[in-house]
């Protein structure tokens, strides 16, 4: 897919598909950006009105100007995908649709960059498909469970929570506050832009809410298998994150066969965003080499 002369927005890198895996029939969204012959994809969170391009607008550039592809899968229940209750594993669900999105797309074998729900699913995907992961990069997410050391559920997950039963512009931003460890780098201009996009979609509010009644373990912990994945690893965590705390970066450090934990100070849940410029440098040294 190359997107040479045209520039890298949202709108242009803007694309459908039908994918038909298991119990899978549905459409996905995702933007395509690049033309390399290594592809990364990008997978979100999972707060009410998040999307790959709202959660990864800062890295898709630098990794297409590198020479990658780069796929932000929108899972189904966000954004331009479609809706889906999800009554089991969501981080599951989530890589049956990604080997779905492969597949119909004709990737073979990618590079995986996961945020949260996207790095449980990432991992989830790499247990289930071993062979069509090259690197795994994973922020704030990976496996869920219990943290010896911070009350679970933790402050952040708690607001997200809030903000899908009661989807208000207060409790957005009471939410995005604690995304990040600087909240002067919150705009207006992004508050709005990520209610539009919540707004924009009650179905999946709802169908966030209805999930996590029917099973409030959507990202069930995977510690016990994660010695069985070999695919080398770079964890970035926020040292003030508020959503899924650093202590889960050290589980998976030590539970992982190859992996290595970069924790950025003055960071929250969104590293990828919040320090964009270490972490694309961070992330294309490590696919590098
Ligand atoms: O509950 C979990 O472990 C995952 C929480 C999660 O995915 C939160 C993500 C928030 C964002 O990054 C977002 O909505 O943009």
Not at 165 to 178: A, F, G
């Amino acid at each position: 897919m190359s997107t040479e002369n045209t520039a890298i927005t949202e709108s242009s890198t803007s694309r459908f598909v039908r994918i038909k895996e298991g119990e899978l029939d549905m459409q996905l969204h995702y933007n395509d950006a690049g033309s390399g012959a290594q592809t990364v994809v990008m997978l979100h969170g999972s707060g009410p009105g998040a999307s790959g391009w709202a959660n990864f607008n800062r890295n898709v550039e630098p990794l297409v100007a590198a020479g990658y592809r780069v796929v932000l899968m929108d899972c189904p229940g966000w954004s331009k995908s479609d809706p889906v209750v999800s009554t089991g594993s969501r981080s599951d669900l989530n890589a049956r649709a990604l080997k779905g999105l492969m597949d119909a797309i004709g990737l073979d074998k990618v590079h995986l960059i996961g945020n949260s729900m996207g790095g449980h699913s990432a991992v989830a995907f790499a247990l289930a498909n071993p062979e069509r992961v090259g690197k795994l990069v994973l922020m704030g997410g990976g496996t869920g469970g219990l943290s010896p050391f911070v009350p679970m559920p933790t402050e952040g997950i708690k607001l997200i929570g809030a903000l899908y039963r009661d989807p208000t512009i207060d409790n957005l931003k009471r939410m995005m506050n604690v995304f990040v460890y600087d909240t002067s780098n919150l705009t207006e201009e992004l508050f709005q832009a990520r209610l539009d996009n919540m707004l924009s979609r009650r179905d999946h509010l709802e169908n966030f809410v209805k999930s996590a009644e029917a099973n409030p373990k959507q990202f069930p912990d995977v510690g016990h298998r994660l010695g069985e994945i070999a695919a080398p690893t770079l964890l970035i965590w926020g040292r003030d994150d508020r959503f899924v705390p650093l202590d889960i970066g050290l589980r998976l450090v030590t539970g992982l066969q190859k992996a290595d934990l970069h924790v950025f100070s003055r960071c929250g849940h969104w590293a990828q965003w919040e320090h964009a410029e270490k972490f694309n440098r961070t992330v294309l040294d490590f696919l590098a080499h």
